[in-house]
């Protein structure tokens, strides 16, 4: 019978764990040929805090693994059975993933392995809010953007003029939606 992905449930900010205690104690309870991959969807993100840029690991789906294996009895009470496990995605009858949704997630992953995704994105145009320094609850339009250094340029009026307020931290400001608009 063929292996298939299935997704298991586990304590949040515990799923490295529990993916190397899977990985460790396959090998050592005979359950090697049975469980062939454990899988913790993550993607890198460029962060910038005081001006220094830095590249972190973020778990896509915090509280999930995909495990592909072949599933019986057996090989579903052995992985409950991990510290940390809470169960399979589907309860007493887990379902398994199609074969088109586990290709579209490996693509997906592959793609993020390449590249680095931005945690802030501003564009020019953007309205904003400032939220902290001298120019706190101020909102105003993005005129540049400096994704290398984590940094932009505002427009906000003051005393009915356009002032430019350079080199905010993207930390400083944060989208306005229409209910915020003044």
Do not use: C
Not at 47 to 60: A, D, N, R, S
Not at 76 to 103: M, S
């Amino acid at each position: 019978m063929q292996k298939k992905w299935y997704v298991i449930q586990v304590l949040s900010s515990q799923e490295k764990k529990v993916k190397h205690s899977i990985e460790e104690q396959k090998e050592q309870s005979g359950f090697a040929d049975v469980i062939d991959t454990v899988l913790l969807p993550i993607e890198n993100v460029s962060e910038v805090k005081g001006g220094t840029q830095k590249i972190v690991e973020k778990k896509l789906w915090p509280g999930y693994l995909l495990v592909s294996m072949y599933l019986d009895d057996e090989s579903w009470a052995f992985v409950k059975g991990i510290q940390g496990v809470f169960d399979f995605l589907g309860g007493d009858k887990p379902v398994a993933l199609t074969q088109h949704e586990v290709d579209e997630i490996l693509k997906d992953l592959e793609d993020k392995k390449v590249r680095v995704t931005q945690k802030h994105k501003f564009e020019v145009g953007d309205i904003v809010k400032i939220v902290d320094g001298v120019f706190v609850n101020f909102t105003g339009t993005v005129t540049e953007v400096f994704q290398d250094k984590g940094r932009l340029s505002v427009l906000v009026s003051i005393f009915g003029r356009d002032t430019r307020v350079d080199d905010l931290e993207f930390i400083q400001v944060e989208h306005v939606t229409d209910g915020q608009k003044e």
